[in-house]
């Protein structure tokens, strides 16, 4: 039998918290990108998400380097932590491009890519609400392959976005805008890919 | 003396099967960038073999989660499938730029810096191949260093690429594709370095 | 009671010497952007410094590698090296992109930027030197905020230089250029950032 301490039980707690962070900055960035007429405002708010994702991780931290036994892998917690740090940092500095570069309208693919986004995200706080039965758990391995596909669907979804800027006849000033924000966002789903296959790691040494 | 068991073996295979898939991918950008007028096409095959990549990092993966005793650091049979990964990957996009941002001509220093990726994938051979006898090999450490001149050497190409680009007379657009081009070469011969050093710390360790 | 052998120590040793090795590059650098005129001359003092940096980290994982006890988890050993020689090669990088896209002018920000870049290297001497004590020291953690507070701020810096950039008339290639060499200053400021938060979880554990 499998059977966790309080202490252990709180690393997946604050899995799930951190979880839900990124998807609160992923629906944030859903609505930034329809709402570029208050970007200022709105990346503030986004800002105010990422320092709470940062105190989350410095509290996982601390977690862990005051604990003797951990759930799984030390390195593994520590990898997931950063990790999904690097997704909420990743959200706020697409959406940051948009006031930098002083973009002012919205592409279609820009909002699919965010969409994906938020999508990737759900799928994590299901990752980590189910990290923790891991053993049986049958639909860890269904998320993971689902945020796989998200990933290869945005790389292609992006790739066209950028194929069709450099066709088009816009001013080369904006290609360059455009293909900047394209890679935050296909960096943001590479971000969320990371996580899921560290997540199959785990879930694979600990079966 | 220094011996292993069929399972620990298994990894040394691997290994060696991976470098000849990555060779397989370096010889097809090669040829892609020879034969630009199919790139389509060449690029679907190249994806091929991306996908048999990923297959294989993951029966080194699943190896690695089902031995207890591995013939060297976890860790570090971690890393080596994942860099390997990463510079098949990066053929790949750095094939599939041309695509994507409609490149129809090729140049000098993309088809010398193509050869010089292949190059180093062969050397990436050599190295596994010597690896299960990594504490009496002499050839290790030749190819170790050769990787890396290969680098250095494919950096100052590209920097010169690069610079004349800014230099020339072609119009901004071309400019920025074939920035991104070389970038996309120039990341791939640092994956390859990237593992040799990996290895150098390996048969460090185990000296 | 905490104490070191004389080979323990050998690390603390080595890593106050990289440090200063760092910091040397980005003074270089801070002399570098005010002498553009002699940009390829100082490149290569600079580029000798980069060496000296890679004989420091090889010094590092040699020693790691014939260390039975190391004063604390060899995996940090292993990435504070490696991170302290991204800082360096960064410093490079940046200093390299005015020879290679032929940039004659600096800006003050790129000026404002180096000088951070600096005060940053300068903090990661004293947290080198401080890491033997690090049971007991007052500074490492006033030093660590320090070296993020940088960051954040020259984060801020690039943001705004990036933004005027776009906003400006000034030709697209141009903004191609200092787009590029802006972040690789950021880059490298993020990698000092690396080094901190390293550093930060090392104490932590040993705390």
């Given amino acids: 039998m499998f059977s966790l301490t309080p202490k252990e039980d709180k690393f997946f707690e604050f899995f799930v918290e951190t979880a839900n ?23 503030k708010k986004l800002k105010e998400v990422e320092h709470e994702g940062d105190r989350k991780q410095h509290q996982i931290l601390e977690q862990l380097n005051k604990t003797f036994i951990t759930p799984f892998d ?60 891991m053993k049986t758990s049958k639909y860890l391995n269904k998320k993971i392959i689902e945020i796989n596909r998200i990933e290869e669907e945005g790389d292609r979804v992006s ?14 000033i904006e290609v360059i805008k455009w293909r900047e924000i394209y890679q935050y966002l296909e960096d943001t789903l590479d971000a969320c890919e990371d996580i899921a296959n560290v997540i199959e790691g785990v879930v694979m040494k600990n079966a």
């Avoid at 998807?23 to 709105?42: I, R, T």
């Avoid at 309208?105 to 990290?131: F, P, R």
């Avoid at 976005?161 to 001013?171: K, M, P, Q, T, V």
Wanted: with cysteine.
């Fill in 21 to 43: 962070i990124a998807y609160k900055a992923s629906n944030m960035l859903v609505e930034f990108l329809k709402d570029l007429d208050n970007s200022e405002e709105n990346l």
């Fill in 74 to 133: 030390r390195e593994d917690i520590y990898i997931i932590a950063k990790d999904m740090d690097d997704i909420i940092d990743l959200i706020e500095s697409a959406a940051s491009r948009f006031v930098m570069l002083n973009v002012s309208k919205v592409t279609k693919e820009a909002i699919i890519l965010g969409d994906m986004i938020a999508a990737s995200c759900k799928e994590i706080i299901t990752l980590m609400e189910e990290l923790k039965n």
């Fill in 159 to 172: 790739r066209r976005a950028i194929g069709d800027l450099f066709r088009s006849n816009i001013e080369v």
